[in-house]
């Protein structure tokens, strides 16, 4: 998204389109938070329990939030940037054609 509507500044359109995808989450998790038990599927499944403590998930979870975190912010930079270039590469190509000859 942000390489398509990047036009002059791609970094920045990248970390908004980053930014929107946050609150979007932010407000997913707050609706699953108020919700509470009540549309917990995983709770009425009779899933068998995976033999590892609950510190280790919930360090092994922070880990790999922060991973996502920071792939899906650099992700959407880049994506920004070339989205900008290929902008900077229509504008020059139709330049050259719609200049005098």
Do not use: C, Y
């Not at 900008?84 to 020059?92: K, Q, S």
Request: proline share 3%; hydrophobic share 50%; net charge neutral.
């Amino acid at each position: 998204m942000a390489g398509r509507l990047a036009r002059f500044d791609g970094a920045r359109q990248g970390l908004g389109v980053w930014l929107l995808e946050v609150v979007v989450t932010l407000a997913f998790a707050a609706f699953a938070a108020i919700a509470g038990s009540e549309w917990n599927v995983f709770e009425r499944l009779d899933l068998p329990r995976i033999p590892v403590e609950e510190g280790d998930l919930t360090t092994g979870g922070i880990v790999t939030l922060a991973a996502i975190v920071l792939g899906t912010l650099i992700a959407a930079v880049a994506g920004g940037k070339l989205g900008e270039r290929f902008h900077h590469r229509v504008d020059r190509i139709a330049f050259e054609h719609s200049a005098p000859r």
